[in-house]
């Protein structure tokens, strides 16, 4: 068959660029030492470990996850209930709610810098109305990785919004009617009926919001470089330091088969948590 | 009435948070110094298209614009072209075959861009090709192949399978059923996976960031230089974003239905 060699070729490059990654990462290659490098086993391995500033940087992007995966989808469902009835310019609204998903994220992250703007951003000016001192949204250890994760949760919750409203129009509105002629009360039939319809969608978005919080990378270098004092830097963030700044180039891909490695066990206890009977396939 | 009121000032609030950002870097763009640092913010201003003209001067952003839109493009047809022969093998397969493959195609979307940007990396410095055009066509077609495959899959599908049938029963070949019933059959669906693929590939950063030379710089990467002069440059910045992210939301709003299964690879028919 004619597409046969296309299938063949993307299988083997991707295989072979698989085994070439692992091969790399039980080396000790350099770009700082060309050409010097030998087979140190899993010596990369063991070196993660006891590498604190990678196991700190595996528990921001553990946190980072958690919080922007689970903000957006309970912040986006509740728009989506509070937006669920018929009103002129639906469709506009709708619209407008790509805004977001579709902005460059690198000027995505330039904006929110500007809000953040400690002397003359936004996001302290809203703050003084409010009768409140200033913030230090960027530069403070303690606050950095929050502020990152507003712009987040701005960019992201309105395609939350966009996916469930679209399972929700397909869902059939019979259960919901049933359920009110039985006499069940609104938020009965929300939390007892709609949800439980929604939820196939809720879960595939869960997911996906998961896999690109896990790499999320654009925000954190326009808007933090992992500073200050690497409160901010993720996993995905410090492999690419040591990469790029550094050179390792063994060490860096170690990092990033364990930020690998580390998604996929995230992904498969989350898909057990989310289609807990015999799942249907996302 | 009490209720009414209450849902329409929530969502001016909802529309105001979603859109407030866009208004705002746009609004600065069109501002002179003075009003762009301005505390209180100034909310009536007079434009100025000074910033345009500024960004509009430099050489370094007029040649990342070329150097995005070459890029985006050719990167995106050459991965559907590849994608759609790709989807239609895939699709004319038995299920169990078809179940793997797409197994296999979802996970090179979970695998972070940095397990093989490195290798690549790598490569390019040895081949010296780490400022050449086709280092980035290549990558980024080849980032793109697996969405589109999983995309086109999705449009593919919705195709009768008696006109395939009937096709063969006519005796034509495998390729020129792709060619002139699948094809022509998902042409909106693969016009929408093109401009999806210059949406993803024209607002991608990592991948420009670390392969990418003085003379192949994109947009997004070519616009963090305003970041390191002396301070930061807003109005230049914001001038740059503006031109930066128009063609993309223009482009967005035309295949606005398809966004959002193209995001979950049609796993939800937006």
Not at chain 1, 44 to 60: H, M, Q, S, T
Not at chain 1, 117 to 145: F, T
Not at chain 2, 201 to 209: D, I, K, Q
């Amino acid at each position: 068959m004619f597409y046969q060699p296309i299938v063949m070729v993307l299988s083997i490059t991707s295989l072979v660029l698989t085994l070439y990654v692992v091969w790399l990462s039980l080396r000790d290659l350099s770009l700082m030492r060309a050409g010097r490098d030998t087979f140190v086993g899993l010596d990369n391995y063991i070196r993660f470990f006891a590498d604190p500033r990678g196991l700190w940087a595996l528990w921001r992007t553990v946190l980072f996850t958690v919080l922007a995966t689970s903000i957006e989808v309970v912040l986006g469902l509740a728009i989506v209930l509070f937006l669920d009835r018929n009103f002129a310019l639906k469709r506009i609204v709708r619209t407008l709610l790509l805004v977001p998903i579709i902005m460059t994220p690198v000027v995505v992250g330039l904006t929110w810098r500007f809000i953040f703007d400690p002397a003359s951003g936004m996001a302290n000016y809203l703050l003084s109305r409010l009768g409140i001192g200033a913030m230090d949204w960027l530069g403070s250890p303690q606050v950095a990785l929050f502020s990152v994760l507003i712009a987040d949760v701005w960019q992201w919750t309105p395609f939350v919004i966009l996916l469930s409203m679209a399972a929700l129009d397909s869902a059939p509105s019979d259960p919901l009617d049933a359920a009110r002629v039985d006499g069940a009360r609104e938020w009965q039939v929300t939390w007892y009926v709609l949800l439980p319809m929604l939820r196939r969608a809720i879960a595939i978005v869960a997911l996906i919001r998961a896999i690109d919080s896990i790499k999320a990378f654009d925000l954190f270098y326009i808007m933090t470089r992992g500073g200050p004092a690497l409160s901010t830097e993720t996993l995905n963030f410090y492999g690419y330091v040591v990469a790029f700044t550094n050179f390792e180039i063994s060490y860096a891909i170690t990092v990033a088969l364990i930020l690998t490695i580390f998604t996929n066990v995230a992904l498969l206890a989350m898909y057990g948590v989310l289609f807990p009977r015999k799942g249907e396939r996302t | 009435m009490i209720r009414r009121l209450f849902f329409y000032v929530g969502l001016v609030v909802l529309l105001a948070a979603v859109l407030f950002p866009l208004y705002w870097v746009v609004a600065t763009s069109f501002k002179l110094p003075g009003d762009a640092f301005a505390i209180p913010p100034v909310w009536l201003f007079e434009p100025t298209l000074d910033n345009f003209r500024t960004i509009l001067a430099n050489k370094t952003f007029l040649r990342a614009f070329a150097n995005s839109f070459v890029i985006s493009l050719s990167a995106s047809a050459l991965a559907v072209a590849i994608g759609a022969i790709a989807a239609y093998g895939i699709t004319q397969q038995d299920a169990e075959k078809r179940r793997g493959q797409e197994k296999f195609i979802l996970s090179l979307r979970i695998a972070p861009a940095l397990v093989f940007v490195i290798p690549v990396y790598y490569f390019a410095v040895r081949l010296g090709a780490l400022n050449q055009h086709w280092l980035l066509i290549a990558v980024y077609a080849f980032i793109n192949v697996p969405f589109a495959i999983s995309l086109l899959i999705t449009f593919f599908d919705d195709i009768p399978r008696e006109l395939r049938d009937a096709a063969r029963v006519d005796g034509a070949r495998e390729f020129s059923i792709f060619w002139r019933i699948y094809l022509p059959a998902a042409r909106g669906g693969v016009v929408a996976t093109l401009i999806l693929c210059v949406l993803f590939t024209w607002n991608e950063f990592f991948v420009a960031l670390t392969l990418s030379g003085r003379n192949t710089q994109t947009l997004p990467v070519s616009i963090t230089s305003f970041l390191t002069f002396q301070g930061i440059q807003w109005g230049a910045l914001t001038a740059a974003a503006t031109l930066i992210m128009l063609p993309m939301l223009v482009l967005g709003m035309l295949v606005q239905g398809q966004i959002v299964r193209g995001m979950t690879l049609g796993s939800v028919k937006g």
